[in-house]
């Protein structure tokens, strides 16, 4: 089981910048993919952004170039570094980890995941 403890979100007007922390315990392997996924009201969970152990990222197509995921494995923390936010970026931010086939937002869905953080609220005005 692994344990996700997110901080870091918060509310920031348009073109602003939050950076989100994941911080990860428990039994992890080289095959575990972590990353963050969001939900805004009313809307399915979507992946924005994932990380594998070898720091391959992938990104959501509206948030390339904006967003940057990254890990430090010292702490075994991942952070979301979002810039240029704009009001669509709005919604609980969930970090979440699990081995999966390809760790790519293009090839994963949210409910392949197991385990979850408590989200935090990024709120775009």
């Known amino acids: 089981h692994v344990q996700l403890v997110e901080s870091g979100g918060g509310s920031v007007q348009a073109g602003g910048s939050l950076r989100l922390s994941c911080a990860v315990s428990?039994?992890?392997?080289?095959?575990?993919?972590i990353g963050w996924f969001r939900q805004d009201t009313g809307k399915e969970r979507e992946g924005v952004a994932l990380?594998?152990?070898?720091?391959?990222?992938s990104y959501e197509d509206s948030v390339q170039g904006r967003f940057t995921i990254s890990q430090d494995k010292a702490t075994n923390i991942r952070y979301l570094q979002m810039d240029n936010l704009k009001p669509e970026d709005t919604g609980m931010y969930y970090c979440?980890?699990?081995?999966?086939?390809?760790?790519?937002?293009?090839?994963?869905?949210?409910?392949?995941?197991?385990?979850w953080g408590q989200g935090t609220q990024v709120t775009v005005s």
């Open positions: 979440a980890a699990e081995v999966v086939g390809v760790c790519s937002v293009k090839h994963v869905r949210w409910y392949e995941f197991n385990n």
């Open positions: 428990g039994h992890t392997t080289r095959s575990t993919c």
């Open positions: 990380i594998d152990s070898d720091g391959r990222t």
